[in-house]
């Protein structure tokens, strides 16, 4: 199959609104050459879209035109190296996702362990921050709650009540993997993390053992959080004010 032929059937594969890059196209070293070429027809063509160099996309068609992808799809590939997940967007972007801000930042921010990644391309602007831990697909997500738990006393108007809901309700849902996993990622996040998080724990009742967050604590240590027994019946337990 030439390479024109391959890349025009990998691209009718993908989704409209999703963006590729050449790694996703399967395509050998010495066909690079062609490749290219056969890009720059399909946009000329106006089959796919190029956000910036080396990365493309394939427009949604509606009736009120061509729509351009989500942020985050524009992102995505950013996020991965070699189809490995190593990064993922946190901050005011990610709790404006979750419903916790109504508030939406004109910088995103990328956690990353192993990369700093800094994008302005258009309209999207981010930058690098250090994750406390290294990011893969089977964590990510469990990273963003505790980066939620983290900043949970500077989220622009937050409703901590809801928050809480929120957060409990993240915990719950939890494979018992993953709460295993989210206690042992917590020990390298702030300490007022690690007191959230059992005090959370001890909420909701997951029969989790949270001896190793109580021990990694000062326990003459105070964590204003705002937040009083009322709303977090454990704070008190965890030294949370």
Sequence with gaps: MKVAEKILKKIKQIQEGTTFNYQQMNIAPEEYSAAAKAIERLIEKDLIKRVSTGLFYKPKKTTFGELRPREEELIKPYLFVQGKRI?????????????????????????????????????????????????????????????VLKDFTIIPDLDKNMAIIFLSTKLNELTEKDKLKIIKYALNYPPRVR???????????????????KQSLNPLTLYELGINNELLPTAQNWNIK
Excluded: C, F, W
């Excluded at 956690?111 to 994008?119: D, E, G, L, N, V």
């Excluded at 309209?123 to 505790?146: G, M, Q, R, T, W």
């Excluded at 909420?203 to 190793?212: E, F």
């Design 87 to 147: 990064a993922y967007i946190t901050g005011i972007t990610l709790y404006n996702h979750m419903g916790l801000t109504t508030q939406v930042p004109k910088i995103i921010k990328i956690a990353s362990r192993s990369k700093r990644i800094t994008i302005n391309s258009g309209n999207i602007h981010a930058k690098p921050v250090k994750s406390y831990v290294d990011v893969s697909n089977d964590n990510y997500y469990l990273l963003e709650v505790l980066d």
């Design 195 to 213: 007191a959230l998080l059992g005090a959370l724990i001890d909420k909701i009742n997951i029969a989790l053992d949270t001896t190793v967050l």
